[in-house]
């Protein structure tokens, strides 16, 4: 990537990093505000399934607005519904308040995935979108590992409360860079060069003439488009059980600290990271070598899916707290390193018109996950009193959703790695 796309996927970059800060900030600080409100393991579980409840409703809105106006406007008003209510946490007293502010808080985050795909598919080329979506959600990691030592140490020393006010500082801090760094399209921004136009949008694989009248219904419908939902719904439900649940399974299975908790969430966040980045370069070196769109992303989804099942399901018979961390960080990297595929099946194969509201429309499925996770496993561990069983179940759906990728994941156009070829060639 050269030129002006460079600042277009960082500030992507930085959307994810915030994005995830605040979403972690309640993970870390859990352990203190569930002894503050006296919540239980099953409320804990509620509170983090109903943020979710939001966020996968406004994942398929957001995405269908983007598409009607642009991801720049509904970027930046997602970005600031969500920081204001990031910070309105601060004002929590008890289990409804706090319950309340979180589904509100999952609303405004619900566009960033399908915002992010569809600033991609309107900036990048063809060759270059795997990469970019890899690049753009690598901040997610990062900002889960960054939120763990700032919220602990501020959460220690100041009070909870005050890290959700720093982090809605942040937001709108992003929000006035991203208003004056992006537009909608490339050929709307003044510091574009021609060149550069001309570069993405010659290399754009939109198949126009087959897809155009083909209306939103109709993609989300085939079963190319609900399977890749399956399997994305398997990855969210492992990245969720770990966002949600890991920092207390730490504190209270394996008997660390606040303070080393935070310390020891890091190294699966930073792993994970260095995963998403890796699996969109390979995803496009694959293609690369081999002309088949689809084959490259099927194959990095499931070696990397199946790579996380195992890993995590181990975790969950792990008999120190270093042997969890080590083998949760492999699975995190192993599952990130899938991260950029589900969104490039999408890009690869919708109209760019429609691309936003069939990611959104994918997100939301897959975000079902996030309403599921959190509450089963706080009720498993509420009935059971241990982690093992919730680790097992998360594994054994990464194994489900990889087996149903290898049978139904197929191109919607049968002419479309034969017809990319065709016009490399020319």
């Known amino acids: 990537m050269k030129n002006y796309r460079k600042n277009i996927v960082l500030m992507l970059f930085l959307a994810g990093v915030i994005n995830y800060m605040d979403r972690a900030a309640l993970s870390v600080a859990a352990p203190i505000i569930s002894k503050e409100f006296q919540l239980d393991a099953a409320e804990m579980g509620i509170i983090f399934s109903i943020f979710f409840v939001g966020y996968a409703l406004f994942n398929f809105i957001g995405g269908y607005l983007a598409d009607l106006y642009g991801p720049r406007k509904v970027f930046a008003y997602a970005m600031g519904f969500w920081s204001v209510f990031c910070g309105a946490t601060a004002l929590a007293w008890n289990f409804a308040s706090l319950l309340v502010t979180r589904i509100l808080f999952g609303v405004g985050e619900g566009p960033i995935g399908s915002g992010v795909n569809k600033t991609i598919n309107n900036w990048f080329p063809t060759k270059e979108r795997a990469r970019a979506v890899g690049i753009s959600f690598a901040g997610t990691p990062l900002g889960g590992a960054i939120a763990s030592p700032i919220v602990g140490f501020v959460a ?224 498993m561990v509420k009935i059971t009193g241990q982690f093992t069983g919730a680790f097992m179940l998360a594994g054994a759906l990464g194994i489900v959703a990889s087996i149903a990728v290898v049978l139904f994941v197929k191109p919607l156009k049968p002419s479309m790695d034969s017809k990319v070829r065709a016009n490399s060639s020319t």
């Open 156 to 379: 220690l020393q100041f009070g909870w409360r005050i890290a959700f006010i720093v982090l809605t500082v942040i937001g709108f801090v992003w929000i006035a860079f991203w208003l004056k760094v992006v537009r909608d399209h490339p050929h709307q921004h003044p510091k574009v060069s021609k060149e550069e136009v001309a570069l993405i949008e010659g290399d754009q694989t939109d198949l126009k003439d087959q897809s155009e009248a083909r209306p939103l219904g109709y993609y989300l419908l085939q079963p190319t488009v609900l399977f890749t939902a399956l399997s994305f719904f398997a990855y969210n439900y492992i990245l969720y059980f770990f966002l949600t649940w890991f920092p207390s399974y730490l504190t209270t299975a394996k008997n660390l600290s606040i303070s080393e908790m935070s310390v020891a969430t890091i190294i699966p966040w930073f792993i994970g990271s260095v995963g998403l980045v890796s699996g969109g370069w390979l995803t496009d070196f694959i293609y690369k070598k081999t002309g088949k769109l689809l084959f490259s992303r099927k194959l990095v989804l499931v070696g990397g899916l199946l790579g996380a099942a195992v890993t995590v399901g181990l975790t969950g018979m792990a008999q120190t707290a270093v042997s969890a961390v080590v083998l949760m960080s492999l699975g995190i990297c192993f599952l990130y390193l899938t991260g950029s595929t589900y969104w490039a099946i999408i890009q690869d194969n919708v109209n760019s018109k429609s691309v936003g509201g069939v990611s959104g429309f994918v997100h939301l499925l897959a975000n079902i996950s996030g309403i599921i996770a959190p509450f089963i496993t706080g009720y």
